[in-house]
């Protein structure tokens, strides 16, 4: 013990009290954190190592490293070998990150530091630890979102160039009607595209932590109303029907805090996709929620299918749809990433009307500043 003498920064100091605290410190990390002394004994184990390594504390610690942590790499080599920390040239402080096979087989991205008393005497080995599978999982994820984005886009631009230039070709060689049809299916697919293209913009600010809220007071009575105005205007006057829960007309509703043009948004997607998904009539609520009712609740139930159980968690991921292949399957993972930006909750039920209900609940109120005269 006692490498505090060289002025580096060590992680199991002598004194038990900044013990504790280099133990909590160890805790904090992202990666998981071995720490072995000069005689190759394990000091110290975060949390997170034994996640990756799914293992106990105790497994390690104490225990000679190269025995409790066998690390190999693709062609089976003993990654303590070549050279062992304790034989390499005192210049050597660290070890580059590499790809090994650790205890069970399992992938570990590791890397190590080495910590030296002035005279070069190896005083500490820091292994850090990082999840492969997870790391190779996001990678692989990366690239089907890749792919399935070129595909997306690809479809509605095939139908628009193509009829473009059969239009331009042969203008005359086709009746009005023929002309008006592909007409028809270029502004749908133009649509199409246009939409994509929003609501992939949308996903990479969530994504990405960008995406700004103008926050301001929102009366959702408001919000849902213009919704349900829409579509008396359309063919599908009549379908849309708002209502106020039994809590809500007794107390009134809060405003809430939030962004109104993206409230629209998440609205317009949970209305369109029950119209179109699930069938009509559908029914908006809006009510008061939680203990103390202070948030805000809006059901959106219709009277189609239903969503499977199984399908429920799946129906929020990106580009998942049944089978109707006309859609993007990316509203949903739009909705709960505004919602959930909201500080708000989304969730998928049975409605007792047969059909599907989402659920939003957000957090009902303004805050104390914005409130004052
Ligand atoms: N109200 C609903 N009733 C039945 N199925 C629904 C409903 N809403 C959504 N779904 C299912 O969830 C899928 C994903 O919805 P969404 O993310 O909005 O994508 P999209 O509408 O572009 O397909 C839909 O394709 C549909 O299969
Ligand atoms: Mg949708």
Redo the contacts with the bound molecule.
Sequence with gaps: MGSGDDGQVTALPASPASTATAASLGELLPDGLVVVSGDGAVRFVNQEACRILDCEVEDLLGGTVTEVLPLTDRDGRDWWEEPTPWNAPSTRTRRREKLLVGPDGRDVLVTARYIRSPTGHLERVLVGLRDAEARLRAERDQATVLSTVAHELRAPLTSVTGFTSSLLRRWDRFTDEQKRLMIETIESDASRLTRLITELLDISRLDSDSLTLRLAPVDLHDVLATHVSRHELSRTAGQVVLSLGPLAQERGLPEVWADADRLQQVFF?LIE??L???EAPVTVTLDLDGPTGDWVLVLVD?E????AEEDRDK?FGRF???S?GS???????VVRGLVEAHGGTVAVESSPAG??R?AVRLPGGVPDAVALP
Aim: charged share 15%; hydrophobic share 30%; aromatic share 12%.
């Design positions: 997607n996709n029950a179109r998904h699930g219709d189609g299918g239903g969503i129906v998942w749809r049944g109707d859609t993007t399957g990316l509203g949903l993972y059909g599907a989402f």
